[in-house]
Nanobody, 120 residues
Framework: QVQLVESGGGLVQPGGSLRLSCAAS????????MSWVRQAPGKGLEWVSVINTYGGSTLYADSVKGRFTISRDNAKSTLYLQMNSLKSEDTAVYYC?????????????WGQGTQVTVSS
C-alpha cells in the first residue's frame, strides 16, 4: 500500500535551518509530482511547494520563495524540503502529498506530518 513517511522536523531558532524528508513506498515514485503542504496552529492547509517527476521544475508559495528548496531522489523514492532562514510563521505541521498525476494539485495520499517549531 502507499506510504509516505515524513521526518526531520523539530525545534529550531529563528534564522536556522531544517531539512525535511519524505520516504515514499507502494507506488512508482518517479511517475508522480509531489508537494509539501503545511498547517499552522489554528489555520487551514497551506500549499508550500511542488516538484515535477524528474525534479527539473519546481514552484513555491510566495511565503517561502527564496528560503525553501524542494528536491527529490527518485532512486531512493524520497522527497526533500530544505528550509533556511526560518521564521516563527513557518511553525506548522509539514506534510508531503502525492499528486493524483501531473500537476493536478489534488492529492490522494498524505504522510502523517512532521512538526516544525521555530522559536527562540
Amino acid at each position: 500500500q502507499v506510504q509516505l513517511v515524513e521526518s526531520g522536523g523539530g525545534l529550531v531558532q529563528p534564522g536556522g535551518s531544517l531539512r525535511l524528508s519524505c520516504a515514499a513506498s507502494g507506488f512508482t515514485f518517479s511517475n508522480y509530482w509531489m508537494s509539501w503542504v503545511r498547517q499552522a496552529p489554528g489555520k487551514g492547509l497551506e500549499w508550500v511547494s511542488v516538484i515535477n517527476t524528474y525534479g527539473g521544475s519546481t514552484l513555491y508559495a510566495d511565503s517561502v520563495k527564496g528560503r525553501f528548496t524542494i528536491s527529490r531522489d527518485n532512486a531512493k523514492s524520497t522527497l526533500y524540503l530544505q528550509m533556511n532562514s526560518l521564521k516563527s510563521e513557518d511553525t506548522a505541521v509539514y506534510y508531503c502529498a502525492k499528486d493524483l498525476g501531473v500537476a493536478t494539485y489534488e492529492y490522494d495520499y498524505w504522510g502523517q506530518g512532521t512538526q516544525v517549531t521555530v522559536s527562540s
